[in-house]
């Protein structure tokens, strides 16, 4: 029996010490490959796990910003065993997306991603179909009116509409989210199908919830999952199914859509961009450029997402911080009353004249900070950035965060304090490192329409109602880690002017 017994644990010796000596040559590898690649300052990556240690669930984004704190504007961290170069500061972002535009106009290919659009659209498009989609996405809203009168009278419209259904609420609690998610989706629904939509109107808020579902999937847990086991995850239920079916389900809303407008358009007087994309399929002789009826749905799924969620969280925010902050509401409103009064219609050119209002708006959209994260970039041949080595094919991550609340540009980075856009005889102080839309190639094309949106809504808001918290009520100023960062649902009441 005892040499039975002492030959097993022989045995069990010997295939421990064998795993401990395959374990030692795993790290061994491991720590000459992470030294060979030559990347930029980080956390010592653990094999399999890299650094999810040091990142967390909890506060993701904290943790990048701590990183970057200490190994400076380009650090790296592994996710898994990929390696991924974070970007902060606004030198490293213009040396980066301006100085060396050609070098990083291409998004990384995910594998959540090729299933929702193919690496179609707009969004996470590459090379010369993304250049040719783009180009004409920006001529189609140039020629709609973007940062014209038409659309101004438009959104004028749309700022009415919402008005008057905060009005029925008679200032009693409401939470705005679906007011205004629908008011500023009516936008974008204007210059895509061409119509705008009722409120409860049950087609509209489902297209924004399939469209939702999708855009939030890539940043999610879920999304993250499947990048690194697709086929595994395809297999199992959870948000990223839903998010597939969801994009099955928009697809015979959008064609049916495609299909009034061919039975309705003139080609010779396009009424929207859907009638401009159908008039190109015709025209266009470059098969590369993917002028088809499915890319026209991806790239109208990008528009009425990215031209919905980030407009309308970035109002959400705002009227949280009016309720937060009525010193600043209601010198808003003083402003307000003094050039405009409370019965004319106000109009663009009116920002000129209201640079507090115009300040506030600047300063809520640099502390909402919404785009937590700047969709990723790669760089399409080995460069430098900052003097750092970015290799080709490397997912490059940019963090918008740091740029905003950069200490040597604002006072108190941290604080709400519209005066970081006012100079000393308040007037409005114009910063160029101010750059919510990010910069360079791939910088937002809806910026203009953006713009216009939140000064049009806001200061009508403002010019009508003044909002206020519930008796009791405490208001938390924390954002969801989401495709834009909202506030938490909250309740609030109008009270008419
Ligand atoms: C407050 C509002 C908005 C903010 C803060 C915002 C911000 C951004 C940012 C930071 C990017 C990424 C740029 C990059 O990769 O460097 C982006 C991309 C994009 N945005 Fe916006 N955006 C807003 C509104 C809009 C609107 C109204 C539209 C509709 C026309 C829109 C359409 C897009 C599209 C299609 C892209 C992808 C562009 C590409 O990859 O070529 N955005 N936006």
Redesign the pocket.
């Known amino acids: 029996m005892a040499s039975v017994l002492s030959q097993l644990m022989g045995q069990w010796i010997d295939v421990q010490g064998l795993l401990i000596f395959l374990c030692v040559l795993l790290l061994v590898k491991h720590l000459r490959d992470v030294q060979s690649k030559n990347m930029p300052p980080g956390p010592f990556p653990l094999p399999i796990i890299g650094n999810l240690i040091n990142i967390g669930f909890r506060d993701p984004l904290g943790s990048f910003q701590r990183i970057a704190e200490r190994y400076g504007d380009v650090s790296t961290l592994y996710m898994g065993n990929q390696p991924c170069i974070m970007l902060t500061g606004y030198e490293s972002f213009k040396e980066a ?1 301006v100085e060396q535009a050609d070098i990083f106009t291409d ?1 990384p290919h995910f594998p959540v991603n090729d299933k929702l659009t193919k690496g179609k659209g ?3 498009s590459n090379g010369h179909m ?1 250049r040719q989609q ?1 180009r004409f ?1 920006l001529a189609t ?1 140039k020629y709609f009116g973007v940062g014209k009168k038409t659309l101004e009278n438009f959104i004028l419209q749309e700022c009415c509409c919402l008005c008057d259904s905060v009005q029925t609420e008679q200032g009693l609690p409401f939470d705005p989210q679906c007011l205004v998610t629908s008011a500023v989706a009516n936008i ?1 629904s204007g210059l895509v199908f061409g119509h705008r939509f009722e409120y409860d109107d049950h087609q509209f808020h489902l297209m924004q919830k399939y469209v939702d579902d999708m855009l939030q999937l890539p940043i999610s847990n879920w999304g993250r999952l499947y990048n690194q086991f697709p086929a595994l995850m395809s297999l199992l239920p959870g948000q990223h199914q839903t998010a597939f079916a969801g994009m099955y389900k928009l697809q015979p809303l959008l064609q049916e859509e495609f299909r009034k407008h061919k039975e309705e358009r003139d080609p010779s007087n396009p009424r929207d961009y859907i009638d401009c994309y159908l008039d190109e399929i015709e025209k266009c002789k470059d098969s590369e450029a993917e002028f088809t009826e499915e890319n026209l749905m991806y790239c109208v799924v ?2 009425f997402g ?2 919905t969620e ?2 309308s969280t ?1 109002l959400r925010w705002a009227l949280l911080f009016m309720v937060k902050y009525p010193d600043v509401q209601e010198k808003v409103q003083s402003e307000i009353d003094q050039v405009i009064g409370q019965t004319r219609q106000l109009q663009m050119d009116d920002r000129t004249n209201l640079p507090y209002t115009y300040a506030v708006i600047h300063e809520i ?1 640099r502390f909402a900070n ?2 937590t994260f ?2 990723p ?1 790669v760089a399409n041949k080995d460069t430098t950035v900052r003097g750092q080595l970015i290799p080709k094919g490397v997912m490059v991550l ?1 963090l ?1 965060k740091t740029i905003l609340q950069d200490k040597n540009e604002y006072s108190t980075p941290y604080e709400f304090n519209p005066a970081h856009f006012l100079d000393e005889n308040g007037m409005f102080l114009k910063k160029d490192t101010f750059i ?5 190639k ?6 203009q ?2 713009r216009m ?2 000064f049009l809504f806001f200061t009508s808001l403002m010019q009508r109602f003044t909002f206020l918290p519930l008796d009791g009520q405490t208001l938390s100023l924390k954002g969801s880690i989401s495709v ?1 960062s909202g506030p938490e649902p909250f309740q609030i009441c109008a009270v008419p002017r």
């Open positions: 997306f998004r707009l969004f996470m993304w783009r996405a809203l974008i990008d528009l990215a031209g980030t407009s970035t959209q919404i785009i700047t969709p970039r940019p918008l919510p839309f990010s910069i360079g791939r910088m937002c094309p809806g910026e329409l953006a949106e939140l834009s």
